[in-house]
């Protein structure tokens, strides 16, 4: 019986977080050596078998769906070449056949339902001979599951993937005719290769949807990401993505926290402080917009990657005279080596990362990683993301502290992974790919706990044990509010507009940042102490 196989990256994105909810532009890359694989195979009995051993340990068996409840919600399409954004009908119908199961067990098997169902309809409608069953295994290859690395988006991406290339060896039709033999026919080694361009729109169109099954109201950039591989820019004005340029070779340490976060909470904390101060919001945004911005002149000074970006920007907004602000073009000398190019887009990150933390996405937690980063190799780190907690990203240019630095992270108790921005997205595979080395991930020790007086003692270190047994929980911050903490942020993030003046070469404006750096980071170190005073007195109180 026929078994196909499919891989697809996860993703990071590098600058524009929040912000592109806004208009800005916002750059995301794939993480080729990271990836989930999904290996489907035909089965005798007409129903679908689904393993989601990573995402949901706990199903051990599988979760079978039969046929007959799938034809009794979902519509019978005839096209499986031309891809459909399920209708909130259908979703309501796909998750009323699933309650009661896990969240994240159930959005998976929707997920795997409505594609079957629609790229190999015969299996579900055909006459009993083409009534094969589909068995889908999904396994992770070194990504994370649930940290913010787009790991729904490669499921969707590989699941997609994999289904139509299954399709393509039961029926023969998704390509056109006449179309070379041997770009179908692939290798049969556990490397793989990528599936011909006539087929990635296709493909991706397929991925969203079942984002969609899955998420509701995707943005798109995650599994467009996934399924071309390299960078991605999003600007949500134009409402469409485009690929980049080949990026400069650039190592990266991805930092895991475990913090839990919420990402609509996050989302909705910036909109109300966005709403409340939009004086003192939207030039955030608008700097935001600006490392963007000079991320593309750094890998195409040309301007040829950036001619539609510029007339996408975000509006100036009026200075506090009442005149409209105005920015003097810039234009970045091309880095000489590589040396070069990491160093600026090391300053890049350590400039967004501090607008992040203004628009109140922060965590103590990441706030860690990005000291012990500037500790060990003077290296730059930013969250990725939604914020909040979650994962962090390491501009690895000091390889000499590498080591150093990681075992620094694991202290902390947050896991480590090495991986590479860019690179090749969705891959067919005649054998299950190989795992990725061991030396790419590091987990974490977690230090007990200081509050449980059950505790080991404090010169201990506690090895880790199951995620859902040891792990340190720290509470994703309350969304922005208008006190000190917000204020504490805001004022905090005057370093970052001082540092995007100077990078722009706008020299008038240095003294008057320098001011506002000092004046920001005293505020912010009176606030931050202010907080902690409270609730140690509210601790005392207790």
Known sequence: ????????????????????????????????????????????????????????????????????????ILPHRTEPLTPIVPSEAVIEKLRNLFDGKPESLAQGVMAVSFLTANILPECLWGEDESRRGIK????????PIGAGLGSSASFAVALSAALLRLRQLMYCDIFPQGFPVEEIAGDDTPEGWQPPGVVLNMLNGWAYAAEVVIHGEPSGLDNTTSCFGGAVRLNRTLGRFETLPPLPEMNILLTNT?????????????RVLHDAMPAVVKPILESVEGVSQEFLRLIDPSGSSTA??????????????????????????????????IDAVGQLMN???????????????????????????????????????????????NEEHLDELRDALCDLGYDTFMSKVGGV???WHGQHPNPPPMDMVRI???KPDETNTTQAPSDTVVERQPRSESVVKESTPPAPSLGLYTLANILSGTVTVGAMAVLFGKVETVVLALVACLLGYACSKLACALLSSGGNKKEKRN
């Not at 532009?25 to 794939?30: D, G, K, Y």
């Not at 996408?312 to 810039?330: E, F, I, L, M, Q």
């Not at 933390?357 to 060990?376: D, F, I, M, Q, Y």
């Open 258 to 270: 475990h913090v839990p976060r919420t990402t609509k909470t996050l989302v909705r904390g910036v």
């Open 308 to 341: 539609t970006a510029e007339t996408t920007s975000t509006p100036p907004v009026a200075s506090p005279a009442g005149t409209p602000s105005k920015s003097t073009p810039h234009v970045p000398k091309k880095p000489d080596s590589l040396d070069e190019f």
């Open 136 to 143: 889908v295994q999904v396994k992770s290859a070194g990504l």
């Open 1 to 72: 019986m026929p078994r196909s196989i499919a891989s697809a990256p996860g993703k990071v994105i590098l600058f524009g977080e929040h912000a592109v909810v806004y208009g800005v532009t916002a750059i995301a890359a794939a993480l080729s050596d990271l990836r989930i694989v999904v290996q489907v195979d035909t089965l005798p009995d007409p129903h679908i078998e689904v393993h989601l051993p990573d995402a949901y340990p706990e199903d051990t068996t599988g979760t079978v769906v039969t046929y007959e409840k799938l034809v009794d």
């Open 425 to 427: 997205g969705v891959k």
């Open 351 to 397: 400039v967004n990362q501090g607008l992040l933390c203004a628009l109140g996405v922060g965590h103590p937690a990441l706030n860690r990683v990005v000291e012990a980063s500037a500790k060990h190799g003077n290296m730059a780190s930013k969250l990725t993301g939604a914020g909040g907690g979650g994962c962090a990203i390491t501009l690895v240019s």
């Open 444 to 446: 974490g020790r977690v």
